[in-house]
Each structure stands twice: as structure tokens, then as C-alpha cells.
């Protein structure tokens, strides 16, 4: 579902989370129980407190785009914020009072496809912010780079979104919202040419 920052404001927190219901079960989602309505409700007013606060004129042209599913990957991102100039991929652990290797796992995955299979993120500054609600000692600060992930604490996401127009002005490409919705799967060239030569290597082999 993809949303405008300032849509996404003026609107209450259970309307957007029945729109995020209805977008989830139109592309394939299992049936939403209490605790995933849940989630969905803290992840909402968490964005609200981190966006609502900032002050920065560019945030009006800013997006999210929840239940992201990319193209071709069976999973669903929490939530994406698409600045002119970031790609922002929010994976948000409700109730979650430590930091879980597996859970930063599941994040670096998400930005990697990204990276590699999303025609519109492979020249864009793609990076993950693990979210856990509970935790009182997550990481501060992070390195805003592509493919880079992190972890913060929900009250340091306003502190982050205030940094977010500095990034890549000079460098990175501008993001279009809705292309960047609605981009094709794409391998990156290099993953072309790795696909092919192995398909070279074991055809050699075999002959």
C-alpha cells in the first residue's frame, strides 16, 4: 500500500490499518490475526510520532509503501519510506525487547533483494532500520550507505527522518514513488552475467 507522508498523517490510525489489511489479503496474505492488527497499530503510531514531529519541507514529498511485497519474493517488508534520494526498509519487531541475530538476518535479506532483483533500488541509497519496540539499548546512530542495516530504538527514528535530506543529494538518483512501486523484478547485470557463466561452467562440464 503505498501512501503519501502527509496522507498517511491526516488520516486515523485505524484507517490506515484497514487499508494495510485489505492491501495484505489482495496480494496474497494469510488471514490477519489479533497480534498482526496489533503490530500493525504500533507500527503506525510509532511512524506517526517519528513523522509527524519533523518540521523539514521535503518530507512532503515522502512516501511509505506498507506490506511491500517485491516483485517475484514471497515476503512482505513491514514498511518502506522512499525519500527523493533514500530508500528506507523498516522492519518493525512489536513487543521485542532485544535485538535478534535472526531478525537482522531477515532485514540485510530484504535490503540484498532489493539490490539485486528491484529494477528501480539498483542505483538507489537502499539501507534497513530494524525496529524492535521493546528494547531500551539499541544502536544510536547508523552508517547511511547503501546495503547497510541497523538497529534503533523508536523514539530515534525522528533523529534519523531529520537526517534523511542530506543523504545522497549530490549522488544518488531521485526515487520516484510510484515507479519505484511498481518496478519490475530485474537481476542486476552482474548477477546476469554470474547466472550465465555458471550455466556455461556446468554445460562444459557435462559435455
Not at 526498509?89 to 539490490?115: C, I, M, N, P, R
Request: aromatic fraction near 10%; hydrophobic fraction near 40%.
Amino acid at each position: 500500500m503505498l501512501i503519501s507522508v502527509s496522507d498517511f498523517l491526516n488520516h486515523s490510525n485505524n484507517e490506515i490499518r484497514g487499508r494495510i489489511q485489505t492491501h495484505y489479503q489482495e496480494t496474497g496474505g494469510f488471514d490477519v490475526t489479533d497480534d498482526q492488527s496489533h503490530a500493525w497499530l504500533k507500527t503506525i503510531r510509532v511512524l506517526r510520532e517519528a513523522l509527524g514531529s519533523y518540521p523539514g519541507e521535503g518530507s512532503r514529498h515522502w512516501h511509505l509503501a506498507f506490506e511491500y511485497k517485491p516483485p517475484r519474493i514471497n515476503r512482505w517488508i513491514d514498511a518502506v519510506l522512499l525519500t527523493p534520494h533514500a530508500v528506507v526498509v523498516l522492519e518493525f519487531k512489536v513487543g521485542q525487547s532485544e535485538t535478534l541475530a535472526a531478525d537482522k538476518a531477515q532485514l540485510k535479506d530484504y535490503v540484498l533483494d532489493l539490490l539485486a532483483f528491484h529494477r528501480e533500488s539498483h542505483n538507489a541509497c537502499v539501507f534497513g532500520v530494524l525496529v524492535p519496540t521493546g528494547v531500551a539499548d539499541a544502536q544510536t546512530h547508523g552508517d547511511i550507505r547503501p546495503g547497510s542495516t541497523f538497529a534503533l530504538q523508536p523514539d530515534q527514528l525522528r533523529t534519523l527522518f531529520q537526517n534523511l535530506q542530506a543523504v545522497g543529494m549530490n549522488v544518488n538518483p531521485e526515487v520516484d514513488p510510484k515507479r519505484w512501486y511498481s518496478s519490475d523484478f530485474a537481476p542486476t547485470p552482474s548477477i546476469v552475467q554470474a547466472a550465465k557463466e555458471m550455466f556455461e561452467s556446468s554445460r562444459n562440464a557435462a559435455g
